[in-house]
């Protein structure tokens, strides 16, 4: 694990042989605990005297994949459940166990934006499978082939408080308001569609897309590929 303290990046801990491996995510609390996902569990960080110390490993013995962090709120896959922290600092200093919202191999989690936050409410994948909506705890949405998505192999999702919903999939991206559905081709070459395996927005409502070949933003309902420095949002 690698922490980017300015010009470079560092090691967070070289003495720690857990992180000489495969790290599968980070998130960072509101306390500025830092949490990373680890085959073995979930690798707990704290700051104290301007250093970074190993506080301990969560949930000893589960395959970690994804996380997702809203606020106070954590999300973690694993290949046996999606478990969520209502509020993960809380949890720490109590040394609290997640809670279950899923039984079964999740991929990716997303959280709902908005006041939904709060109830845990997120969108989740399955390999293959498509997304599903929960919705205090419960499915109440799936999304695949069958509702015109070009592939039930969901890899990005994201949505925003206007009710929007962004999906990425291995064959471009689709557009899902309360009212409509869209689907927008992302092509990487003039042979294949465009595999989406990230997507964010940024301060400025731009939709930003990520793929096996680079980075592309979406401008007046088109993808276009970020080839300069200049381009990126920061």
């Known amino acids: 694990a690698l922490l980017f303290d300015r010009p470079a990046f560092t090691p967070l801990d070289p003495a ?30 704290r700051k104290t005297d301007a250093r970074w110390k190993y506080a301990g490993l969560l949930l000893s013995g589960t ?18 459940n999606l478990l969520y922290y209502p509020a993960i ?17 999740v991929d990716n ?6 006041p939904q936050t709060a109830g845990g409410d997120c ?3 399955e390999p293959i499978r498509g997304a599903w909506r929960l919705h205090d705890g419960k499915p109440v949405q799936r ?41 927008y081709p992302v092509t ?8 989406i395996i990230a997507s964010a927005k940024d301060r400025n409502s731009t939709l930003w897309l990520g793929t096996f070949s680079g980075i592309y933003r979406m401008q007046d309902g088109r993808a276009t590929q970020v080839l300069q420095p200049g381009g990126l949002p920061f």
Not at 64 to 73: D, I, P, R, S
Not at 109 to 114: D, H, I, N, S, W
Request: with cysteine; aromatic share 8%; charged share 15%.
């Open 16 to 45: 720690n042989t857990l992180l000489d491996q495969q790290i599968h995510s980070i998130v960072r609390t509101p306390a500025g605990d830092i949490l990373i996902g680890l085959p073995q569990g979930l690798a707990w960080y």
């Open 63 to 80: 395959d970690v994949n994804n996380m997702a962090a809203a606020g106070e709120h954590v999300w973690l896959t694993t290949n046996r």
């Open 89 to 105: 600092d809380s949890a720490l200093a109590q040394a609290a166990d997640p809670l279950t919202l899923v039984s079964g191999p």
């Open 109 to 114: 989690v997303f959280p709902v934006p908005g």
């Open 123 to 125: 969108w989740y994948t």
């Open 143 to 183: 999304l695949t082939r069958d509702n015109g998505l070009p592939s039930s192999f969901i890899k990005a999702i994201c949505a925003d408080t206007e009710g929007i919903i962004w999906l990425g999939t291995e064959y471009g991206l689709s557009k899902l308001t309360p009212a409509a559905y869209q689907f």
């Open 188 to 195: 990487e070459d003039s042979l294949r569609d465009a595999n």
